[in-house]
Nanobody, 126 residues
Framework: QVQLVESGGGLVQAGGSLRLSCAAS????????MGWFRQAPGKEREFIGT????????HYADSVKGRFTISRDNAKNTVYLQMNSLKPEDTAVYYC???????????????????WGQGTQVTVSS
């Protein structure tokens, strides 16, 4: 069992930056792939990006590519989402998720993740 707790959300002006953190419990964090998703009001949960167990491979949605960066520190059981050049359309609740199984195919859907955090609100004002 893994528990995930996101932090770092808040209100920021368009063009600004935020860094979200996701702290995980458990001794097997370093074996999990981690993902970030977001959900805006009235919309479906959207994949943002994912990082493999070692941090050596990342994959991003086109909507955030070049602006968002995912990294992890396995010694601290933490994964990060650095968000730059934020836009009002980035406003959403942001979730981190953990996937137990390793796979060749990059996991980009909610169903491919086993554990979820409670989410943190990010609001970008224009």
């Amino acid at each position: 069992q893994v528990q995930l707790v996101e932090s770092g959300g808040g209100l920021v002006q368009a063009g600004g930056s935020l860094r979200l953190s996701c702290a995980a419990s458990g001794r097997t964090f370093s074996s999990y792939a981690m993902g970030w998703f977001r959900q805006a009001p009235g919309k479906e949960r959207e994949f943002i990006g994912t990082i493999n167990w070692s941090g050596g491979r990342t994959h991003y949605a086109d909507s955030v590519k070049g602006r968002f960066t995912i990294s992890r520190d396995n010694a601290k059981n933490t994964v990060y989402l650095q968000m730059n050049s934020l836009k009002p359309e980035d406003t959403a609740v942001y979730y981190c998720a953990a996937r137990r199984a390793q796979s060749i195919v990059v996991p980009t859907t909610s169903a491919e993740y086993d554990y979820w955090g409670q989410g943190t609100q990010v609001t970008v004002s224009s």
